[in-house]
């Protein structure tokens, strides 16, 4: 999506020159859409359509998505899920061995966001789970259980832990 002049793209931040005229490489930040207009310069929207890489190939012939194979997709981000839990998890795990090797009990609080990080978890997995029954039978099923994960993982619920008892606020 660059800036042109006639058949010449114009980069931002490059200086350039037309007609004798020298203009510094801030000038196209700068300048207004009349400014360029009046010499010439167009904006060229791209042509590329894009799309979310972890979730599709790209687009066919007629346009259209092409999902990731749906299991291992669903695989993937349960995995996922699980890694970020137990990441969450580890440094409050010598809580755990301390108390036992004293034969005290875990401090209430840290015993309960213990247990709300694991059964956030197993609802995040349950909801990756559950886009599997999207779609039906269609030649195309892979894509709407592909987009419905696709909402889950990229939305703000997926990625929403409860904070540690040291940093909740």
């Not at 207009?37 to 799309?51: H, L, R």
Request: overall charge negative; some cysteine.
């Amino acid at each position: 999506m660059p800036y042109k002049l006639g058949d010449r793209t114009l980069p931002l931040d490059v200086a350039w020159e037309h007609n004798s005229v020298q203009y510094p490489a801030n000038w196209l930040r700068l300048s207004t859409e009349e400014d360029r207009t009046s010499i010439g310069i167009t904006w060229e929207a791209s042509s590329v359509q894009s799309w979310d890489q972890k979730f599709y190939w790209g687009y066919d012939a007629d346009g259209n998505l092409i999902p990731k194979v749906y299991t291992e997709l669903s695989t993937l981000w349960i995995n996922q899920t699980k890694s970020t839990a137990n990441a969450l998890l580890a440094p409050s795990d010598w809580r755990v061995i301390k108390a036992k090797e004293r034969g005290t009990t875990l401090n209430a609080e840290w015993k309960t966001w213990r247990q709300t990080i694991r059964t956030e978890c197993g609802t995040k997995v349950a909801a990756i789970e559950a886009t599997a029954s999207i779609g039906d039978l269609a030649p195309h099923v892979d894509i709407a259980r592909v987009q419905a994960l696709a909402e889950y993982v990229t939305g703000s619920d997926y990625y929403a832990w409860t904070s540690d008892p040291d940093t909740a606020s």
